[in-house]
């Protein structure tokens, strides 16, 4: 049975398995079947995943469009959270876009107005500000932001990849719903500080990145090679200087995986979980395998000397 969460202060109520749409912008992530990407958020809606977390730069709108198609009718019974404040520049020749910060109000507006579109809604149930604009002060964002809520645009409104200072200091302005962080068994930053402001004030953390871009599947090792726009040749967890610690981690989730009877990806994304500071994940998702797989991290919880052995050396 999918397990459930209610956003904080609010009457939302979604799985805490988040449908990670970035592939279903075609790029980044290796080689895309468009078919089967669409087939998984279909079945994801019969298997009771209503959270489907996407953006408009997940292939400059493709995301936001194929998730539309792929729900049909079905896009006004889920919670959509999508996410604007990166802006980017076609290029020639099939160059790669330049993506850059951009959260001026105009950019909002704007980008608010084409993600609707797309999405084919009239309201977005939960709007994240993706990243930090170092250049547009935090005020006239939000001053951006609040004005689009007040019209009945954005439903709730949420921060992802801010620190906990930046936090704060939105939070001393306006509501804010939910806070989005990447967090995985090679990456606790977030316990340090996200965690508890998130806490401290009550809002609900999300996070993303629970099987490291599919490190923690077990599916990589050293041999693994990407291809030239797979962005997983640049992350550094799969780089050679991390790559022997990050491999006993896998190890790890593979003997657990094997006495448990479950999947690496499984209990990875289990470990998340069962923090008490998270109330939900988002796992990118190519496919119905990938899918199924995911939705079986539900419904059972990890042992304490389970969990000890997984976080342990």
Excluded at 208 to 221: E, I, V
Excluded at 257 to 279: E, F, G, I, Y
Aim: hydrophobic residues 40%; proline residues 4%.
């Amino acid at each position: 049975m999918m397990e459930t969460v209610r956003l904080t202060n609010t009457d939302l109520v979604m799985s805490r398995l988040g449908f990670g749409c970035g592939p279903l912008g075609g790029t980044d992530w290796g080689p895309f079947d468009e078919r089967e990407s669409m087939a998984s958020v279909s079945r994801a809606v019969e298997l009771g995943v209503t959270l489907f977390d996407t953006a408009d730069v997940y292939g400059l709108g493709r995301s936001e469009r194929l998730l539309s198609r792929a729900l049909a009718e079905r896009r006004h019974d889920v919670v959509i959270a999508s996410k604007c404040g990166v802006n980017w520049e076609e290029r020639p020749g099939g160059q790669r876009a330049r993506t850059f910060y951009d959260s001026s109000p105009k950019r909002i507006v704007e980008a608010l107005e084409n993600s609707l579109r797309r999405l084919r809604v009239d309201v977005i149930p939960l709007y994240f500000l993706h990243w930090p604009d170092p250049h547009t002060p935090l005020a006239d964002t939000l001053e951006a932001i609040v004005r689009c809520q007040d019209v009945g645009k954005i439903r709730h409104f949420g921060l992802s990849n801010f620190s906990a200072t930046q936090i704060r200091e939105v939070c001393a302005a306006t509501s804010v719903a939910a806070v989005q962080v990447q967090y995985s068994l090679i990456d606790r930053s977030a316990e340090m500080e996200i965690f508890p402001c998130c806490q401290e004030l009550g809002i609900t953390a999300i996070t993303y990145g629970s099987l490291a871009q599919g490190f923690l599947t077990g599916n990589y090792d050293a041999q693994s090679r990407f291809g030239q726009d797979d962005r997983r040749r640049h992350l550094w967890h799969f780089g050679d200087e991390e790559l022997q610690a990050n491999m006993l981690i896998v190890h790890r989730l593979k003997e657990l995986a094997r006495r448990r009877q479950k999947s690496p990806a499984q209990l990875a994304m289990r470990w998340a979980l069962d923090n008490p500071a998270v109330s939900g994940i988002i796992a990118g998702i190519k496919s119905r395998g990938q899918l199924e797989d995911n939705v079986e991290a539900q419904g059972w919880r990890l042992d304490p000397a389970d969990y000890r052995y997984l976080v342990s050396g």
